[in-house]
């Protein structure tokens, strides 16, 4: 296969990111990934290079650091697009240190994009979330992107929306910047081959960790926030989208940009699957997969929880020609498969 243009990657051994790393060099394009290793390990490397078959660049470096961050830049002149997945992204934690997440969050954009500026890279795709839509109106489910945004409920969603106004503005003073803002619904799962997965730190806030961990007994029960919502099963609904097609959105996001002279200069997102899941039926399908029990309680609601959100992603499926359509019980399969990799269950 021809080598493709060479993508930075920041925050390429995280969950998300090093999925994304995948892909990217499965469609033949070189990677650079910049991570600091604040939230993830370095052995994801190992498990990228048994994947693609070949070790992606790594420099062990803090988005805040610009010095480094433009050594980089300067090294590797061929570099033709960044992929900003870099973030500090536990919500709980956030409200508890705001500082350090505007500080890293929002640093590390304006570094890079003044980085890029300098040495001329023009496109840039940039991780977003759902959170900016809060709790949209009945009339606006599922949600698309020209859904009102809503003030953030947390200083980790307020980085999401300043950063994408960063890019706004940005965007505005240069119009050869190019702009793509995936917002992500709830990713979930792992590689097909277990090499790479979600690596939570301590006890997990998301809930498939969580329902894992609990199937591997590390934790007792899962507890499941609430089911006196007005939903079907009373649960609150998501939509969980596999890893896997999210990291090929962002193959083809960069591909369009690379390829699309004519797109707008910035474009926005949804990335979910159209279809919202209840945390009840989650738990369920999962022990049906895999035939596992999940103990589980009912507890209260669990503070600043969203009701209910699922994508309209037809913007995604139709400009973007991509679509996620990996079945929920290959999802939750590989899920499962991972944790056990971790845990050496067999
Ligand atoms: N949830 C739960 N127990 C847990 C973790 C999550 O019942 O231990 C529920 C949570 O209330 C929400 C859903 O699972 O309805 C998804 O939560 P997560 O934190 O994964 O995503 P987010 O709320 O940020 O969309």
Redesign the pocket.
Known sequence: MSTKPCILVTGGTGYIGSHTVVELMNQGYEVIIVDNLSNSNVEVLDGIERIAGRRPVFENIDCLDYPSLDRVFCEYPQIAGVIHFAASKA?GESVEQPLMYYRNNLGSLVNILDIMQVHQVRNIVFSSSCTVYGQPDKQHLPVDETAPIQKALSPYGNTKQINEDILHDCAHACKQLQVTILRYF?PIGAHPSAQIGELPNGIP????P?VTQTAARLRDK?????DDYPTEDG??I?DYIYVVDLAKAHVKAIERMLQVPEREQVEIFNLGTGRGLS?MEIVRTFMQVTGVRVPYEIVGR?EG??EQVWADPKRANTVLGWKADTPIADVLMSAWNWEKKLRGIN
């Open positions: 919500v709830n806030n998301n809930l498939l969580f899962l507890r499941i926030f609430g649960t609150c998501r945390v669990r929880d969203i």
